[in-house]
Antibody, heavy 116, light 111 residues
């Protein structure tokens, strides 16, 4: 079964940092581009970041540009999101999703809460 | 890049058909046949329902169908069932450095 499992969420103070991980199983993630998508409490889905299969191309939403960094370790079938200078408005469930010009496999999400 | 516009809510009785619209611009929905739709139950991850405007993933019910005209995409659910009650989001490829934009989301209620 193709599966994605996120981890690394938690409670962090404003200005703090957190690193999310996404482990792929059941498929070779190195052949796919990947995305991070988030959903604030009671709100809709927001695309956050994209990384190509090789890791050479990376894109970010304006709301996180300069603060978040996406990366991947294809040898470990893993995807990461380094989140720095966190703000209250970054509080959300963060999902990783496989990219095939659509997001066809999603993880269960990991919750990030930014609060003092 | 602004979110695609969806109605906040749509409702219908069991057995009826409903349609959810998703309005974008000539830079996203109007430019690419890469509109996808996602169903999300409360507290769960989104699930792909339609991709490339009108294609269904393997095993998905044919009660779900998609279409597009100009800058507006649509998802139709026919033969509405209680299990279809959920939030639905459209998403379009937008190219460039912001590859994806999601819709505002629609809550479907089965009366």
């Amino acid at each position: 079964e193709e599966q994605l499992v996120e981890s690394g969420g938690g409670l962090v103070q404003p200005g703090g940092s957190l690193r999310l991980s996404c482990a792929a199983s059941g498929f070779t993630s190195s052949t796919y581009s990947m995305n991070w998508v988030r959903q604030a409490p009671g709100r809709g889905l927001e695309w956050v970041s994209y990384i190509s299969s090789s890791g050479n191309t990376k894109y970010y939403a304006d709301s996180v540009k300069g603060r978040f960094a996406i990366s991947r370790d294809n040898a470990e079938n893993s995807l990461f999101l380094q989140m720095n200078s966190l703000r209250d408005e970054d509080t959300a469930v963060y999902y990783c999703a496989r990219d095939r010009n659509r997001m066809d496999v999603w993880g269960q999400g990991t919750t990030v809460t930014v609060s003092s | 890049q602004s979110a695609l516009t969806q109605p906040a809510s749509v409702s219908g009785s069991p057995g009826q058909s409903i349609t959810i619209s998703c309005t974008g611009t000539s830079s996203d929905v109007g430019s690419y046949n890469l509109v996808s739709w996602y169903q999300q139950d409360p507290g769960k991850a989104p699930k792909l329902m339609i991709y490339e405007v009108s294609k269904r993933p393997s095993g998905l019910s044919n009660r779900f169908s998609g279409s597009k005209s100009g800058n507006t995409a649509s998802l139709t659910i026919s033969g509405l069932q209680a299990e279809d009650e959920a939030d639905y989001y459209c998403c379009s490829y937008a190219g460039g450095s912001i590859p994806y934009v999601f819709g505002t989301g629609t809550k479907v209620t089965v009366l």
